[in-house]
């Protein structure tokens, strides 16, 4: 439930209505627009059904919320949610570009994609160094060795690095040296890892989970906000459908939808979205034009020989180019980049 106060009610009628229902067991949460306060109400399903907060003094409605996802909500939030990565802002009015190759191969690999992705505009590093692959017998990833490689390079290029993690005992060693995590796509309904996370102090990027609904992915996110991290993205990269022309289908109505439903910032995957470079431009600049906060993108700087999703990973080159006519397409939705 929501307790949406009236303009014109005062700290003190505020106090009150956090103060009664605290007093019934009740957790609140406070979203303060320019107009008006609105009181998030969480907790037993059977006293907020007996709730009865009109007559208090400020408040001037209650709503009911149906939907399972409180915190991830918007009616709990209307304005979007600016997330501060360590000096990055993203869900703001600037669009925020992580770039970087598929899986952490080496310090040249890494140095080099880095440096082109930094020059072209990217201030985000991505890079896996644990990597879920389908194959056991693919190549895995670095590990912690991948992780301080990530760390160095970005640091050497001012950017900051995304990587993913796979299992909930990695977390704290990860904080050491990653400024987001990454859910991935097999991960989002891994229930024990996003409650980890709702305890991490770093911010969380959520893949959608390759057949999830919009609803599952916004109920995955809620276990990591409930857990008290506020500083949860999703990120859009494709769903399974019967198309095998693509890797996965890039569902780029769910940048609407969750845009409408939540007020978290949206990130758009077009490489794992489409599985092939050629369509990665094009549904970058479509994911601007929809409304993402954020482009993840792979980049390798010799495709060819990359351990991992070659196929699907620009080259510096086509990079430069995507990033160089982004800027009108962010200024036609009121954006920069
Ligand atoms: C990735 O970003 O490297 C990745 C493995 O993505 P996904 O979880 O979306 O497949
Ligand atoms: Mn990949």
Redesign the pocket.
């Known amino acids: 439930m929501i307790v949406v106060m009236s303009p014109n009610a005062t700290k003190e009628n505020l106090q009150n209505v956090v103060k009664k229902l605290e007093s019934m067991n009740l957790r609140t949460h406070l979203s303060t627009g320019d107009e008006r306060t609105i009181v998030g109400v969480i907790g037993d399903k059977k006293i907020i059904a007996n709730l009865e907060m009109e007559m208090m003094a400020g408040v001037e409605k209650t709503v009911r919320i149906t939907e399972k996802y409180k915190l991830v909500s918007r009616d709990f939030h209307p304005q979007d949610t600016i997330i501060d990565v360590d000096g990055v802002q993203i869900g703001g009015k600037e669009i925020i570009v992580m770039a970087g190759p598929?899986?952490v191969e080496n310090l040249e690999q890494l140095r080099e994609a880095a440096s082109a992705v930094k020059k072209a505009g990217a201030k985000i590093l991505?890079g896996?160094a644990y990597?879920?692959r389908t194959s056991p017998y693919d190549f895995q990833g670095l590990g912690e060795e991948g992780l301080k490689l990530l760390r160095q390079v970005a640091d050497e290029f001012d950017m900051k690095v995304v990587t993913?993690v796979v299992d909930r005992e990695d977390i704290q060693l990860m904080e050491n040296y990653a400024d987001i995590l990454?859910?991935?796509?097999?991960?989002m309904q891994n229930f024990q890892m996003l409650k980890a996370l709702g305890k991490s102090t770093k911010p969380i990027m959520l893949?959608?989970g390759?057949s999830a609904t919009i609803s599952e992915w916004l109920n995955a996110a809620e276990y990591i906000m409930t857990g008290g991290n506020e500083n949860v993205m999703f990120?859009e990269?494709?769903i399974r459908t019967y198309e095998t022309f693509t890797r996965n289908t890039l569902d780029l109505s769910a940048v609407a939808a969750v845009k409408e439903l939540s007020h978290l910032p949206i990130v758009v995957?077009p490489?794992?979205g489409t599985g092939r470079r050629p369509m990665v431009a094009p549904m970058a600049r479509a994911a601007i034009a929809a409304g993402a906060d954020a482009l993840?993108i792979?980049v390798h700087p010799h495709p060819e020989i990359a351990l991992?999703?070659g196929n699907q990973s620009l080259t510096p080159d086509d990079f430069q180019k995507l990033m160089a006519n982004l800027g009108e397409i962010a200024k036609a939705v009121g954006k920069t980049i």
């Open positions: 598929c899986a991505r896996g990597k879920p993913e990454q859910v991935g796509a097999r991960n893949k959608r390759l990120c990269r494709g995957d490489s794992h993840m792979e991992s999703d």
